[in-house]
Structure formats: C-alpha cells, structure tokens
C-alpha cells in the first residue's frame, strides 16, 4: 500500500515541477507560435518515476498523481501568466500533459515487463 502512495505522490510532485519549471519560463524549448512543443516531452519524466516507484500498478499510480494536482496546476495556470488564455486552451494543455505522463508510464511498463519476460527465458 505504501509502495502504491510513493509512485502516485512522486509523479504527482514531479508533475507539478515540471508544469511550474514550464509556466515560469525557466525551461523553455520552443518559442511561442512557432515549432512544435518540445517542452511536453518532459512529462514523460513524471510517469517514468511514478511508474518505477510503484510496485504493481504501474500505469495507473503515475496517472492518478497526475490527475490529483491537474487542478493545482489549473489554479496555477491562471495566476501566473500574463497572458490570459481560454479555459478550453488550458485545459487542452493539462490533457496533452497528463497524455504524456502516461506515454511515460507506458514505457516504463513495457520496459519492466520485457526485462521480466527476459529473465524468466
């Protein structure tokens, strides 16, 4: 049971760095209106954490912490830019990082379970 609380806070506190690090302009990747959005890339970070941390429920550990501070990072979304965007952008942008957090998971899931299968051959 604890094992299950370490994956889904540490994806969920990594989560939120991640969003915070973005937002506040300390890591940028790509200019705004131009390229494509690197910067989701680093959500993986979230879901790969939550999903090695967490014994057996490795996809749904990193998810869940990630849906838990969604609405953190919502109210966080609003107070710290200057530029107002619509509810619908923002909310576009939480599902494309929860999206990518659980790519993360997923490959950390695949990469377990082909070293199980390897191990048992």
Do not use: D
Request: hydrophobic fraction near 50%.
């Amino acid at each position: 049971m604890t094992r299950l609380r370490v994956g889904t806070i540490s994806s969920a506190v990594l989560f939120l760095v991640v969003f915070a690090s973005q937002e506040s302009g300390f890591i940028v990747l790509n200019e705004r209106h131009q390229g494509a959005a690197l910067g989701f890339l680093l959500y993986l970070l979230p879901g790969i954490v939550g999903g090695l941390l967490s014994r057996g429920s490795k996809i749904t550990c990193p998810l869940l912490g990630a849906l838990l501070v969604s609405p953190l990072c919502l109210l966080l979304f609003n107070v710290s830019n200057q530029l107002h965007y619509s509810l619908w952008y923002q909310v576009t942008y939480l599902l494309s990082a929860i999206f990518w957090c659980a790519c993360g998971a997923l490959v950390c899931f695949f990469a377990s379970e082909i070293f199980k299968r390897h191990t048992l051959l």
